[in-house]
């Protein structure tokens, strides 16, 4: 998040900001971000499970 006293920052009105390419842009920014911690996890060779158990709790 963009602090308003960085020099970077450029303020655009609610008129002018379009929703749609501004969502599409969050879903590429998370699609890419979840693409490269899936291929990271490859790399390690590590897989991620959960063990599920029914009607008796986990050992702690």
Do not use: W
Request: glycine content about 4%.
């Amino acid at each position: 998040m963009k602090s308003i006293l960085d020099p970077t920052f450029r303020y655009t009105s609610s008129a002018n900001t379009d929703l749609r390419k501004t969502f599409a842009r969050i879903r590429r920014e998370s699609r890419r971000q979840a693409q490269a911690t899936s291929a990271r996890e490859e790399d390690d060779g590590v897989k991620k499970v959960t063990p599920i158990f029914r009607g008796q709790r986990p050992a702690a």
